[in-house]
């Protein structure tokens, strides 16, 4: 099993849709929770980080998580065609500094 | 400065030939990453420092691939005798001192993308 998983997609959403993308993580030990969004060609950038139970809200943004289920997602309200990018999970363990990625969801938002 | 930088953008290097690349973290920040990502988005993680100290060193294949953080200096990464293997985008990350939830966020350089031909 993969420390972190993620659907490779690709998530295909109408323009104005919401966009959900799911995260699921085996180490029950983890604390911190990441969301990057990686343009083809260009480096991860740091969306959303998210350390408790529960939603967290950033303008279009929400993440979720639930640690029972070691499950985390990110919801992208009135998806935009420059939303369109690949999506990478990241998940640190309690006492380290390490993060360890999923290997990213593709989203398509469609015009 | 407020970025991770990293040069060169581009490298490409002959098979068994040396690699060396650059980053410089985000002013501040005392740990470094380096990671190694080919296709389908893998990340792979290389190693860490704290300062100039190895941190964490699990990824690296140690037999031809080594790492620096010199105070003053841009932290590196050199690969001897390179593979066709090595090709990839070597991504450099910052974060901050440790302390508050914040801390652990890692900041992206750019990348080098490395083509071994």
């Known amino acids: 099993q993969k420390e972190v998983e993620q659907n490779s997609g690709p998530l295909s959403v109408p323009e104005g849709a919401i966009a959900s993308l799911n995260c699921t993580y085996s180490?029950?030990?983890?604390?911190?929770f990441f969301w990057y969004r990686q343009y083809s060609g260009k480096s991860p950038e740091l969306i959303m980080s998210i350390y408790s139970n529960g939603d967290k809200e950033d303008g279009r943004f929400t993440a979720q998580l639930n640690k029972a289920s070691q499950y985390v997602s990110l919801l992208i309200r009135d998806s935009q065609p420059s939303d369109s990018a690949t999506y990478l999970c990241?998940?640190?363990?309690?006492?380290?500094?390490?993060?360890?990625f999923g290997t990213g969801t593709k989203l398509q938002v469609i015009p | 400065g407020e970025e991770v930088a990293q040069t060169p953008k581009h490298l490409v290097r002959g098979e068994g030939q040396k690699a060396k690349l650059y980053c410089a973290p985000i002013?501040?920040?005392?740990?470094v990453f380096w990671y190694q990502q080919v296709l389908k988005n893998e990340f792979k993680f290389l190693i860490s420092f704290q300062n100039e100290n190895v941190f964490d060193e699990t990824g690296m294949p140690k037999e031809r691939f080594s790492a620096k953080c010199l105070p003053n200096s841009p932290c590196s990464l050199e690969i001897q005798a390179t593979k066709l293997e090595d090709s990839a985008v070597y991504f450099c990350a910052s974060s901050q001192s440790e302390g508050g939830q914040g801390a652990y966020e890692q900041y992206f350089g750019p990348g080098t993308r490395l083509t071994v031909t």
């Open positions: 180490d029950r030990g983890s604390q911190s």
């Open positions: 990241a998940v640190r363990v309690g006492g380290y500094q390490k993060v360890t």
């Open positions: 002013k501040g920040h005392s740990y």
